[in-house]
T-cell receptor, first 115, second 111 residues
């Protein structure tokens, strides 16, 4: 299995509070991603990073920010959580041009409930 | 219209059956294609890439039809352990790794 660790794995938080999810990889892959998965919508890209301090928006970026200060860590922040952000969040990594090609590997997921 | 569409199922089949899933994509410039498997409350995992000439991995066969913009997955001799959701994944370009996921097709293999 790819060396991807997400934390926390489960969190319940109140509306309006800030939340940060952490993704840590030990594969030295250049690209890192945050997806959310919801019934009826499948996996949707929130933000991604193509290098340290290089990030870009995905399909559903509103209400989220990210930071990547080190190759191995990619943080997803909900500045003020809303109930619509209740979801399962998956971190993923890939290394286009590297040994794993276009294959994308996922972390185990973080279950977030906003009440 | 969604960029990648799949029949959500569920497909209920007996052990030993052959089952096929299709997936259509809308972006004709899509570069690469994959099937991922996702078990309940787990992360998606790569099942196989899909190549233009078609490819096989044991009981699994994937096909790509660029003209009609669909890919397929055939599972022969279904096992109970094949029960999962199968995600069709399309890479929109080769500039980075911009994947679009279908909603998944759920397969349930019954004894």
């Amino acid at each position: 299995d790819a060396g991807i660790t997400q934390s926390p794995r489960h969190k319940v938080t109140e509306t309006g509070t800030p939340v940060t999810l952490r993704c840590h990889q030990t594969e030295n892959h250049r690209y890192m991603y945050w997806y959310r998965q919801d019934p009826g919508h499948g996996l949707r890209l929130i933000h991604y990073s193509y290098g340290v301090k290089d990030t870009d928006k995905g399909e559903v970026s509103d209400g989220y920010s990210v930071s990547r200060s080190k190759t191995e860590d990619f943080l997803l922040t909900l500045e003020s959580a809303t109930s619509s952000q209740t979801s399962v969040y998956f971190c993923a990594i890939s290394d286009p041009g590297g040994s794993s090609g276009n294959t994308i590997y996922f972390g185990e997921g973080s279950w977030l409930t906003v009440v | 219209r969604k960029e990648v569409e799949q029949d959500p199922g569920p497909f209920n089949v007996p052990e030993g059956a052959t089952v096929a899933f299709n997936c259509t994509y809308s972006n004709s410039a899509s570069q690469s294609f994959f099937w991922y498997r996702q078990d309940c409350r787990k992360e998606p995992k790569l099942l196989m890439s899909v190549y233009s000439s078609g490819n096989e991995d044991g009981r699994f066969t994937a096909q790509l039809n660029r003209a009609s913009q669909y890919i397929s997955l055939l599972i022969r001799d279904s096992k109970l352990s094949d029960s999962a959701t199968y995600l069709c994944v399309v890479n929109k370009n080769n500039a980075g790794n911009m994947l679009t996921f279908g909603g998944g097709t759920r397969l349930m293999v019954k004894p």
